[in-house]
């Protein structure tokens, strides 16, 4: 049982550039979330999704997209990437509350 | 405007004794309070949850403490051990309804349990 699965682990990015966090899930949840977390800052909310198609914003969006074509798969995306991006992202999915986090994506931006 | 703080930053105990670790929250709207355990290099965990018609809720030797007039609750670890070493973060979410997954965390709490 995969459960939330991001990709990539660690990445490395100019300030300019552009690139796409990938999530997955296979337990079927119709929610799923992108927190970043910075140290001090505990977790904050960028985007969520309460099924396919529905996207909304979190707490901190701006300079993130994202979409939900599919129930299993939820990408950010970094349109231009700027140093103050540089953090540690995790996606989530929910089911009845219970909040399933991935790993974490590791972030630099230079 | 920060909706859930917690209390302490961080968390020095010795193998043995009480880990408490505090949070305070502003919304009366919220009705699910999960504390979530982090290892380095991991995703958070859910550890325990409470709902606010309860007033305690015990999973081995984590107890979620719940005072709703007060609007805090807190987590304790009883026999506190090595292995506990993580960051702790609370949070607090309006657990129906379409924005159920949106969890407002505290800045969480470095606990070490020093053998």
């Known amino acids: 049982n995969a459960g939330v699965t991001q990709t990539p682990k660690f990445q490395v990015l100019k300030t300019g550039q552009s690139m796409t966090l990938q999530c997955a899930q296979d337990?079927?949840?119709?929610?799923m979330s992108w927190y970043r977390q910075d140290p001090g800052m505990g977790l904050r909310l960028i985007h969520y999704?309460?099924?396919?198609?529905?996207?909304d914003q979190g707490e901190v969006p701006n300079g993130y997209n994202v979409s939900r074509s599919t129930t299993e798969d939820f990408p950010l995306r970094l349109l231009s990437a700027a140093p103050s991006q540089t953090s540690v992202y995790f996606c989530?999915?929910?089911?009845?509350?219970?909040?399933?986090f991935g790993e974490g994506s590791w972030l630099t931006v230079v | 405007q920060q909706q859930v703080k917690q209390s302490p930053q961080s968390l020095i105990v010795q193998k043995g004794g009480i880990s408490i670790i505090n949070c305070a929250y502003e919304?009366?709207?919220?009705?699910?309070f999960p504390w979530y355990q982090q290892f380095p290099g991991k995703g958070p965990a859910l550890l325990i949850a409470?709902?606010?018609?309860?007033s305690e809720k015990k999973e081995g030797r984590f107890t979620i403490s719940f005072n709703k007039s007060a609007k805090q609750f807190s987590l304790h670890i009883m026999d506190s051990q090595p292995g506990d070493s993580a960051t702790y973060f609370c949070?607090?979410?309006?657990?129906?309804?379409?924005?159920?997954?949106?969890?407002?965390f505290g800045k969480g709490t470095k606990l070490s349990v020093k053998p």
């Open positions: 999704s309460v099924g396919a198609g529905i996207t």
């Open positions: 989530a999915s929910s089911s009845y509350g219970t909040i399933y």
């Open positions: 949070a607090a979410s309006m657990r129906d309804g379409g924005s159920q997954g949106n969890l407002i």
């Open positions: 337990m079927n949840h119709e929610y």
């Open positions: 919304n009366t709207a919220f009705d699910y």
């Open positions: 409470i709902r606010p018609d309860v």
